[in-house]
């Protein structure tokens, strides 16, 4: 392969496209996570037109949990970045 140089402004584009595909990625990855997490826990039976009434409010249950422990996680780690400096 050629070694193509660019220039510092297209550098810094590429940088910070391949910055936003990777946390789209990361995003995408938490989400199949955690449907699948979910799914497994509250859908105990062959799914119909609808949830049963506990599968329904331990789905929620469980994003909420989810979501509550992943921003706990974000802004531990937030927090810390000045320390490490």
């Known amino acids: 392969m050629d070694n193509i140089k660019f220039d510092e402004a297209t ?13 789209q990625a990361r995003i995408n990855s938490t989400v199949h996570n ?10 105990t039976g062959t799914p119909g037109s609808r949830f049963a009434r506990g599968e329904e409010s331990c789905l929620l249950n469980c994003v909420d949990r989810f979501m509550d422990t992943s921003l706990f996680i974000i802004k531990t780690i937030e927090s810390q970045r000045p320390q490490q400096s």
Request: charged share 30%; proline share 0%.
């Open 11 to 23: 550098q810094k584009e590429l940088a910070t496209f391949l910055e936003r595909e990777q946390a």
């Open 34 to 43: 955690l449907t699948s997490m979910c799914w497994d826990k509250c859908v």
